[in-house]
């Protein structure tokens, strides 16, 4: 009878050590599952919210298109003509002249008037400074554009 009751204890303590060791198992496959579904919600979300702010960066840049027609220099300014075709007003903020600011004015060529907002159109900027090989544009929206004038004169 001894024997008997040894026996039935073994396979009781054998048996609730399976089953805790099961248990554990589920514990951290449930945990690992948790981490990794947050971990890959986390950057499906980042991934879609860049892609929406390329879009809207694009969307804003078609917005302020504009192509440069000619450009033309003399002793004492660069005269750039620009064509917008954009869809939205912007601003020329900056000019950057072979590193550092300079002074300039955005003329209507149509209107002959000094304007600050260019619109869809046919516009000049005139820059005041010494000819330079490089000019860089600023507008309000942040966006910069980079003229090589070096084999333009």
Request: hydrophobic share 45%.
């Amino acid at each position: 009878m001894n024997l008997k009751n040894n026996f039935k204890h073994y396979f009781f303590t054998k048996a609730i050590s399976n089953i805790v060791a099961a248990l554990i198992l589920i514990s951290i496959v449930l945990a690992s599952y948790i981490i990794a579904s947050h971990r890959i919600h986390y950057l499906a979300g980042l991934r879609s919210s860049s892609i929406v702010e390329a879009y809207d960066i694009r969307a804003r840049k078609i917005g302020t298109l504009f192509s440069i027609v000619d450009v033309f220099v003399n002793e004492s300014e660069t005269h750039i003509l620009i064509y917008s075709y954009g869809f939205e007003k912007f601003k020329i903020k900056t000019v950057i002249s072979d590193n550092s600011t300079s002074d300039f004015i955005v003329r209507n060529t149509l209107t002959e008037q000094i304007t600050e907002s260019i619109e869809k159109g046919l516009y000049e900027i005139i820059v005041s400074n010494i000819p330079s090989s490089r000019l860089i544009l600023i507008t309000d929206k942040g966006d910069f554009y980079e003229i090589k004038i070096k084999n333009w004169y």
